[in-house]
C-alpha cells in the first residue's frame, strides 16, 4: 500500500524533527486544533494485529484513508470490521501495530474519550437516541460544549447555537421535524438524527456501522446524498454490506477478509476480482 508506506517515511521524518509530543509518562497529550494534515492522510493504520483467546481478529492490518475521503469497507462477517473501529476509537487495544490520527495523534495511548475529544466519531448500527426529547434537543444535547453538570444545568443557547443546530436539521433533512419527539420519527430519521448529534461534536473523521440498515430504499437514497455531501468536509469510513449503496457512494473500497485488506480500488474493480468474487460476493 503506497498510501501507508508514504505517509510512514513523513511520519518518521516529523519525529526526527521533533513533532511528536508527549508528557512525562510518554503518553500523547491532545491539544485543540492539533490534527496535523499536512501529508492529507487522515487515519493511518500500520500491521495491526488483534488476538481473542488465540483467534487473530485482525492480521496485520494496513490501511490509510485521505483526508476529506470518504471510504468504504465491505467483507464477510468476521472479517475484522468491527474490531477495525474498535481499535480506531479505543475501545480496544491492538497486540502490535501502528494506529495514527493525522501524523501525530498515536490512537494506540489515548482513551476513549481523549479520542472522541480529538475528533473521532463512531455511529453504530442500531441508533440511540433520546426518545423523549425532541429532533431539535437530541441536537442540543449533542452539542460539543463543556458538559459538567453546573454548565449544563444553567447553560444559555445562544443565536450561533441555534443557527448551528438549524443548518445542521437542514443537513441531515429533519428541518420540518425539530420539535417532533425522536420516539416519533422512522426509523431512517432517527439514523439521520444520530449522525447529525455526531455533526454537533465538530467530527474530522466519522465511522459508520451499517447506516442504512433497516432504510426504506427512499431512506437508503437519502443516505447516501447526505454522506456524499458530508465528505471532503468530513472523512468517513462507512462499513457495509449494501452494494447498491456502496456503489451510490462512490470513491474506493476496501475488501477485508481474515483481519486484513483483501483488495482495494473502485467497486467494479473490486467486484471483479477473483478472491472477492469467491470469499464475498458468491459467483
Not at 475528533?119 to 459538567?148: C, W, Y
Not at 459508520?208 to 458530508?230: C, I, K, N, Q, Y
Request: charge should be negative.
Amino acid at each position: 500500500m503506497s498510501g501507508v508506506m508514504e505517509w510512514e517515511r513523513n511520519a518518521v521524518a516529523d519525529e526526527q524533527r521533533g513533532n511528536f509530543s508527549g508528557n512525562a509518562s510518554g503518553a500523547h497529550v491532545v491539544r485543540e486544533g492539533e490534527l496535523d494534515l499536512s501529508h492529507n492522510v487522515i487515519l493511518y493504520l500500520d500491521d495491526i494485529t488483534v488476538s481473542f483467546d488465540g483467534f487473530r481478529a485482525l492480521n496485520g492490518l494496513s490501511l490509510a484513508i485521505d483526508a476529506g475521503e470518504l471510504r468504504c469497507i465491505i467483507g464477510p462477517n468476521g472479517a475484522g470490521k468491527t474490531t477495525m473501529m474498535d481499535v480506531i476509537t479505543g475501545k480496544t487495544r491492538p497486540d502490535s501495530g501502528k494506529a495514527f490520527f493525522g501524523q501525530t495523534i498515536d490512537l494506540t495511548r489515548l482513551t476513549e474519550p481523549q479520542i472522541a475529544h480529538a475528533g473521532i466519531g463512531r455511529k453504530f448500527q442500531k441508533p440511540t437516541v433520546f426518545e423523549q426529547h425532541s429532533a431539535f434537543e437530541n441536537l442540543e444535547l449533542a452539542m460539543k460544549a463543556d458538559k459538567r453538570v453546573r454548565r449544563t444545568l444553567f447553560a444559555q443557547l445562544f443565536d450561533d447555537d441555534r443557527d448551528r443546530i438549524a443548518e445542521v436539521l437542514v443537513q441531515i433533512g429533519l428541518a420540518h421535524e425539530a420539535d417532533r419527539p425522536a420516539g416519533l420519527l422512522s426509523h431512517g430519521q432517527k439514523q439521520w438524527l444520530e449522525i447529525g448529534m455526531l455533526l454537533m461534536q465538530e467530527p474530522k473523521l466519522l465511522l459508520l456501522d451499517e447506516p442504512v440498515a433497516g432504510m426504506t430504499d427512499d431512506e437508503t437514497a437519502r443516505t447516501a446524498e447526505l454522506f456524499v455531501s458530508l465528505a471532503g468536509k468530513h472523512s468517513l469510513v462507512v462499513v457495509e454490506h449494501d452494494m447498491a449503496f456502496v456503489e451510490a457512494l462512490g470513491g474506493k473500497v476496501t475488501v477485508l477478509c481474515e483481519g486484513s485488506v483483501l483488495a482495494e480500488g473502485e467497486l467494479a474493480e473490486v467486484q471483479d476480482d477473483p478472491r472477492v468474487i469467491e470469499v464475498y460476493l458468491g459467483r
